[in-house]
C-alpha cells in the first residue's frame, strides 16, 4: 500500500533498523520506487495520492491447486488490494524454472519450492529474502505448528513460510481387495505376497508414472528409506552420522529395487508414462493401489466419485522397525531477494497462511500447518480427508513420523537421486555406483553448508 507524505515519516521511523540491516530496500519498494531524503517516493505517487499498481510474479504447478489459487487467494487479495496485481504462471516444474531465473539475477518475486529442500537453497546462496522483520509485524512464528516453522529457518533466519504439509499412504480399491479376499499388509512380506496375488489377477500392484515430472521418483525412495530404515537410522544419513553409500542405505534401494523389477510398480513401465496416467490406471481399477502423496486426495475426491476406495500406512519394510508416517512440508513460498516489491510480496504472503484462507485450501490444495484450522467446520468436506487428517495426528502424537526428501534431504542428494534412480531400476547403472554418487552428491552438500539442521 503506498502512503501519503506524512505517512511516509512514520513508515520510515518504524523501519529504521529493517533499512539499516538491508539497506533500505524493503521500506523503499513500498510504492514501487526510490524513497529520497524527503520522504516521497521517485516513480511512484510522487505526492500526488495516486496508487501505483504493483505487479507480483509467481510460478505454480500446472497439475496441482491451480482453481483454488485462483478463486480463493488470487482474486479476493487483489480484492482487498487494487494496487497489487498478482501475474501467476502454472508450469510442470517451477522449481527448475526458478532455479535457471535466479541463477541469471532474474526470478519471480515470490518463491515457490515444493518442501523446504529448496527454498533453504536459494537461501543459502543469497536469492531468499530473510523474512524475520515480517515474521515479527505478522506473527507467522505463532501461526504455524511448531514443527513446520522450523525447516524454514536457515542460520537462525527465517527464509519462507511453510505451505501444505503432507505425509504419504497406499491408496487403494476396496472392491477389489473385497471380491479378491485380499487384506492390507502388516509387513514387506505381506506386501511382496500381496502384489504377487494382484499380479496372478492380471492386475496391477502399484500405478505409478514419472515420464512428464521425474522428481515423483522421489515419493518412492523416500518411501523405500523411511520403510526399511526408520526415522531414527534416516536422520543419521541425513546428519552425517553414517554414510549413504553404507549398508544400510544399500538395504533400503535394493527393496524398492526389487519391487520395481518384479513389476509390481506399473508393470516396470513408470518412466513411460505420466503421473495423470497412472492415476487413470488406478481410477479405473486397472491397478489396485496407489502410494503418493495426501495431495492425490483432492484427485481421488473429485474424479473418483464411483470407486470405493480407502488409505493405509505403508508397513515397515523390515523386521524390528516400526511402520511409520514419513511427513513432509509440501510446499513453502519466500521473497525474492532481488525483488522490487518486497513489502508488498510479505503481505501477500500472510495473506495465503491466514486460517481463513488456508482452510479453504484443505480441499483445493492439501493439509496446511497452520493453528486454528478445523477440518470438521468444512462444510461437506469427504470423509477421506478426516480419515488422512485422523492418521497424521495419530502417529504424530505417538512419535512415529519419518522424514520425505523434499523436507529434509540436501539438495544434490535429493536432485541426483530422483534424476537417476530410474538407471538402477533399468540395470543401466549398477547400485553400488548410484550410491557411491549418492554419498558423493551428499558430501558436497555437507560442504556447502546445506545439510538440514535438526533440532535437538
Not at 533453504?120 to 515480517?134: C, I, W
Not at 504377487?196 to 515430472?213: L, N, Q, R, T, Y
Not at 496407489?290 to 508397513?315: C, H, I, N, Q
Amino acid at each position: 500500500m503506498c502512503h501519503t507524505k506524512e505517512e511516509w515519516v512514520r513508515v520510515v521511523k518504524r523501519k529504521s533498523l529493517l533499512a539499516l540491516t538491508m539497506s533500505g530496500l524493503l521500506v523503499l519498494a513500498a510504492c514501487g520506487g526510490n524513497v529520497q531524503e524527503n520522504g516521497q517516493g521517485s516513480g511512484g505517487n510522487n505526492g500526488q495520492g495516486k496508487e501505483e499498481t504493483v505487479e507480483l510474479t509467481w510460478y505454480l504447478h500446472a497439475q496441482y491447486g491451480r482453481e483454488y489459487f485462483e478463486n480463493d487467494v488470487i482474486k479476493p487479495f487483489q480484492e482487498k488490494h487494487p494496487n497489487i496485481r498478482i501475474k501467476a504462471s502454472y508450469t510442470n516444474d517451477p522449481e527448475q524454472q526458478q532455479k535457471s531465473e535466479l541463477t541469471a539475477g532474474a526470478g519471480p518475486d515470490i518463491l515457490t519450492s515444493d518442501g523446504a529442500t529448496t527454498i533453504r537453497e536459494f537461501a543459502k546462496v543469497g536469492y531468499a529474502l530473510p523474512l524475520d522483520t515480517y515474521s515479527a509485524t505478522y506473527k507467522w512464528d505463532e501461526r504455524f505448528i511448531p514443527w513446520a516453522y522450523n525447516p524454514m529457518t536457515v542460520d537462525g533466519k527465517l527464509i519462507g513460510v511453510p505451505g501444505k504439509y503432507e505425509t504419504e499412504v497406499v491408496y487403494y480399491n476396496k472392491k477389489l481387495f473385497a471380491d479378491n479376499g485380499w487384506q492390507t499388509p502388516k509387513n514387506y512380506a505381506e506386501l511382496l505376497a500381496l502384489s504377487e496375488a494382484i499380479v496372478a489377477k492380471d492386475i496391477m500392484p502399484f500405478a505409478f508414472g514419472a515420464s512428464d515430472f521425474r522428481a515423483a521418483n522421489e515419493w518412492w525412495f523416500s518411501m523405500a528409506y523411511n520403510a526399511t530404515l526408520g526415522p531414527d537410522t534416516v536422520k543419521q544419513l541425513l546428519s552425517g552420522e553414517i554414510p549413504w553409500n553404507g549398508p544400510e542405505s544399500k538395504l533400503a534401494i535394493e527393496k524398492l529395487v526389487e519391487l520395481w523389477q518384479k513389476g509390481y510398480i506399473n508393470n516396470k513401465q513408470s518412466q513411460a508414462i505420466t503421473g495423470d496416467d497412472a492415476t487413470n490406471l488406478f481410477l479405473n481399477g486397472k491397478a489396485a493401489m496407489k502410494m503418493e502423496g495426501t495431495w492425490l486426495l483432492g484427485t481421488l475426491t473429485s474424479r473418483g466419485a464411483d470407486l470405493d476406495w480407502g488409505v493405509f500406512p505403508m508397513p515397515s519394510w523390515s523386521d524390528g522397525v516400526e511402520t511409520t508416517l514419513p511427513l513432509a512440508l509440501g510446499s513453502a513460498y519466500g521473497i525474492n531477494s532481488k525483488s522490487k516489491h518486497p513489502d508488498e510480496a510479505a503481505l501477500f504472503l500472510d495473506y495465503l497462511v491466514q486460517p481463513e484462507t488456508a482452510q479453504k485450501a484443505i480441499v483445493g490444495s492439501g493439509f496446511q500447518p497452520i493453528n486454528g484450522v478445523d477440518l470438521n467446520s468444512i462444510e461437506g468436506i469427504d470423509k477421506h480427508y478426516i480419515e488422512v487428517a485422523d492418521l497424521m495426528n495419530d502417529y504424530s502424537q505417538r512419535q512415529a513420523t519419518g522424514y520425505l526428501s523434499w523436507t529434509f534431504w540436501p539438495p544434490q542428494t535429493r536432485v541426483y537421486t530422483y534424476d537417476n534412480i530410474e538407471a538402477v531400476f533399468l540395470k543401466g547403472l549398477k547400485l553400488d555406483d548410484f550410491l557411491n554418487n549418492m554419498e558423493a552428491a551428499f558430501q558436497k552438500d555437507k560442504q556447502a553448508g546445506k545439510l538440514f539442521e535438526f533440532s535437538e
